[in-house]
């Protein structure tokens, strides 16, 4: 494994340069609008060219599921791809995106990358080998219960049909927790879990690409990963509820008389 881990690091950093250097001309790349709050650059386009090049010369006979591109090739081995989480807080300089690449060998995930370029923080995890930020060992946080724990969140800002749902899960928090923080960048968040800057993080309706890194680096940190009916379909459905298990618990309890059937 690690091999392909050296592998993908290099393509995550790779990509980061494409993504800084663009930093200081957003406000003249042209934007494309694929749906409703939902935006694809030319720098998304470029530093996702930029890994799947550098994972295709490595190895040319694995799959890949990216963001931009969508699924090419059919093997054991599937890379999945966000060249840019947080594309809409990069083109408002918000200082908060990342780039997200895993691996899944038949339906497992086994391998994560996520790097933060402007903090130049890198994430990574491999399946049964734990969780790592620049190398330094991390763990999910040791809260114990919802009250005095900071949570993350994403709104669902595309598919709106479930935002009084998303509300009503949002009071059942806020006056339990110490704050509930929402920074737009799924992947990050599920890193910030995994470190324990963030007790627990749940979101509706978001894509493979969002959740797969960060979800092995929360399991491989210690944390408990599953969709709303406590399942692991989240790579399918896009639902998540994430925690240290204490925190996760207490999360899943609390959702669970506002989430509609249709998200379970």
């Known amino acids: 494994m690690k091999p392909m881990m050296n592998i993908a690091v290099r393509a995550a950093r790779d990509a980061s340069k494409v993504i800084v250097q663009y930093m200081d001309r957003v406000d003249?790349?042209?934007?494309?609008?694929?749906?409703?709050?939902?935006?694809?650059?030319?720098?998304?386009?470029?530093?996702?060219?930029?890994?799947?090049?550098?994972?295709?010369?490595?190895?040319?006979?694995?799959?890949?599921?990216?963001?931009?591109?969508?699924?090419?090739?059919?093997?054991?081995?599937?890379?999945?791809?966000?060249?840019?989480?947080?594309?809409?807080?990069?083109?408002?300089?918000?200082?908060?995106?990342?780039?997200?690449?895993?691996?899944?060998?038949?339906?497992?995930?086994?391998?994560?990358?996520?790097?933060d370029p402007l903090r130049q923080e890198l994430f990574t995890a491999s399946a049964g080998d734990g969780a790592y930020l620049n190398n330094r060992r991390i763990r999910v946080s040791k809260q114990s219960s919802l009250s005095g724990a900071l949570l993350g969140t994403g709104f669902p800002y595309k598919d709106q049909r479930y935002l009084d749902a998303y509300l009503n899960m949002f009071k059942t928090f806020f006056p339990e927790t110490a704050g509930i923080r929402r920074a737009g960048s799924a992947a990050l968040d599920l890193a910030y879990v995994a470190c324990g800057r963030l007790d627990g993080f749940w979101e509706i309706g978001l894509q493979s690409w969002d959740i797969a890194a960060g979800a092995l680096l929360v399991r491989e940190a210690g944390g408990i990963i599953t969709d709303f009916s406590a399942n692991e379909n989240y790579l399918d459905n896009g639902n998540v509820i994430a925690g240290n298990p204490k925190v996760f618990n207490q999360m899943l309890k609390n959702l669970e008389p506002h989430i509609p059937d249709s998200l379970k």
Request: hydrophobic content about 40%; aromatic content about 10%; proline content about 5%.
């Open 28 to 115: 003249h790349l042209p934007v494309v609008t694929k749906e409703k709050n939902d935006f694809v650059t030319e720098v998304d386009q470029k530093a996702e060219s930029v890994i799947i090049n550098t994972l295709k010369q490595a190895f040319p006979d694995h799959s890949i599921l990216a963001e931009e591109s969508g699924l090419a090739g059919h093997s054991e081995y599937q890379w999945i791809i966000d060249p840019l989480d947080g594309t809409t807080n990069y083109l408002h300089g918000f200082p908060q995106f990342s780039i997200s690449i895993a691996l899944k060998h038949k339906d497992k995930l086994v391998l994560a990358v996520v790097y």
